[in-house]
């Protein structure tokens, strides 16, 4: 199990994952990957969306949620080492 995300958080994530995820799907200006900032239970997440290939319509995608830490200066920082997918439309070649 991670430490830094509890399943009731996981779902509650999920849940406000999907609606970035499904306008990253319909968005046609080309972004190769998208980064929105959201928070649960007083505790922050980033949520990535992210192109593999950048075919129209996107057919390689995936949606994770990272955790975020405050830093010293008091700012909000990402740590990228730590995901867990919470979508994906990977085609099979």
Partial sequence: MNKWITEKQIKKGRVEAEKFYKEFLQDESGDEQTWNEIEIDGQYFDIEC???DMEKPRTETTCAIYPV?????????????KYIR?????EEA
């Fill in 86 to 90: 919470l979508f994906t439309n990977e």
């Fill in 50 to 52: 992210f192109d593999d």
């Fill in 69 to 81: 830490y405050l830093t010293n200066n008091g700012l909000r920082e990402c740590d990228g080492t």
